[in-house]
């Protein structure tokens, strides 16, 4: 693709609505491989991921390419989250949004993915309170638009749980969890990497509540899927090795929890950075 857009940019020039199309599909293609841990060479990768997105940013707002911006501005919001970069991300997420409620209405299922997403960023830092009333809005729209059924309802119902569940509010978080993996095995079946998500979120539920026998095989199965779906070196594995090592170590049982939270830095080292948070959680974790 890449020997493509160079001859694109010969032929047509660099400003070219030819080379914006191939500029956002290299750096959509570049972003998922740093996102699922296949990039080889990480920081090379990631500048190849952000300069692509940002030309086809720049020629999209030059030619008023409105819903072809919002979607790249939703893929570089997705990738600077990834990598922990809050800010960065927040604003491009809300300019996204900002042009989805603009240009297909505040009910759109686009519209909804952006509220989404942007309340994923608030939940990560902790902002419960910005994230909560995005996830309803986005948790309505899907609904309505999609059905009670359908796979991006269970994500967000799983999301808002998980506000719930971080505010302490378990009686109302569970519910939630519960309804998503009951979608999500329906739909996608018992082996999805979704359905890891609603496990290792419930599980997580249980652990906050000292229901460790009833946490551990969620953790475990959540952790198999990953191991299985998407491989050792994910950092969704990472997460889940992190969490079992958690509920191993809150019960004192220090030989278990050691080795799978040293996998779990590993890992968060190689795919995420060192200075991720997930990589400073995991370190202060396994110290």
Not at 32 to 60: F, M, V
Request: glycine residues 6%; charged residues 25%; proline residues 3%.
């Amino acid at each position: 693709m890449e020997s493509s857009l160079v001859n694109v940019i010969a032929r047509w020039g660099e400003d070219s609505s030819e080379a914006e199309t191939l500029y956002a599909q290299l750096g959509n293609l570049y972003a998922e491989r740093i996102k699922n841990g296949k990039c080889t060479e990480r920081e090379r990768e990631i500048q190849l991921a952000e300069d692509y997105l940002n030309h086809a940013i720049a020629i999209q707002t030059k030619d008023n390419q409105s819903l072809s911006l919002a979607t790249t501005l939703n893929v570089l919001g997705l990738l600077r989250l990834f990598l922990g970069k809050y800010n960065e991300a927040e604003s491009l997420f809300l300019r996204s949004l900002q042009i989805r409620e603009e240009q297909l209405g505040v009910d759109h299922p686009s519209t909804a993915t952006s509220l989404n997403n942007l309340a994923t960023l608030f939940l990560s830092e902790g902002r419960y309170s910005k994230a909560e009333p995005l996830f309803l809005r986005s948790l309505s729209i899907r609904e309505r638009l999609l059905g009670f059924e359908h796979p991006d309802t269970a994500i967000c119902l799983n999301n808002l749980a998980g506000v719930y569940d971080a505010q302490g509010r378990y009686s109302k978080a569970k519910p939630l969890f519960l309804r998503s993996l009951k979608i999500i095995e329906q739909q996608l079946g018992a082996d999805h990497p979704d359905i890891a998500i609603s496990l290792n979120n419930l599980a997580e539920l249980y652990s906050s509540q000292g229901r460790y026998c009833e946490a551990e095989p969620l953790y475990v199965r959540s952790l198999s899927i990953r191991e299985q779906q998407l491989g050792s070196e994910h950092h969704d594995t990472a997460t889940s090795l992190n969490n079992l090592a958690g509920l191993y170590r809150s019960q004192k049982l220090l030989s278990k929890a050691e080795p799978l939270i040293a996998r779990s830095l590993l890992i968060c080292e190689k795919v995420l950075g060192v200075g991720h948070p997930n990589t400073i959680k995991a370190r202060a974790n396994y110290a």
